[in-house]
């Protein structure tokens, strides 16, 4: 139960080479958990702050991960896993915790969760393009942020009820 997997933690080249796994340094541990988490796309937002995007200021579904950091996935939204770019495909275990299977292959009709990073319309990303219905949820996701700042603009407007 909840078992830490720092054996997979990949060394980043040129970045402290020389690091050695010691009790003694906790330290060395949490610059290679930050790493892991810059690989994965596990940038917050951190708590106590609110789960939004900084970007585009839409709620996302905030998971733990087994490094400390947090992932902000994209709420309600699971796709089938090979239609995912590798390194963005993400799964929730039994604990609540989030991971990613980085570039390993999906097993046949693998579902996954995608991070919020790549549905955001704040951001542009190169390699997005060339998933287009990820384009879709992105347009998706920006009219939701056009309506949400057009709400936020108008403090005396009547939530739209309907
Ligand atoms: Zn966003």
Do not use: F
Not at 25 to 33: T, V, Y
Not at 133 to 153: F, P, T, Y
């Amino acid at each position: 139960m909840g078992e830490t997997d720092e054996s997979s933690i990949i060394p980043i080249p040129g970045s402290d080479a020389h690091r050695q796994p010691s009790p003694d340094k906790p330290q060395s541990w949490e610059k290679a958990d930050r790493a892991q988490a810059a690989l994965e796309g596990a940038t917050g937002p951190e708590p106590p702050g609110p789960p939004v995007c900084p970007d585009c200021g839409l709620a996302g579904e905030r998971r733990p991960t087994y490094y400390g950091a947090h992932v902000l996935l994209e709420p309600g939204l699971s796709a089938p896993a090979h239609m995912v770019p590798a390194w963005h495909r993400w799964y929730v275990d039994s604990n609540g915790i989030g991971w990613n299977s980085r570039e390993d292959e999906p097993e046949p009709g693998a579902v996954c969760r995608i991070p919020h990073r790549i549905a955001c319309p704040g951001l542009e990303l190169e390699e997005i393009g060339l998933w287009r219905w990820l384009d879709a949820v992105r347009g998706e996701n920006a009219r939701h942020a056009q309506r949400k700042a057009d709400e936020d603009a108008v403090p005396g407007a009547l939530p739209d009820a309907g």
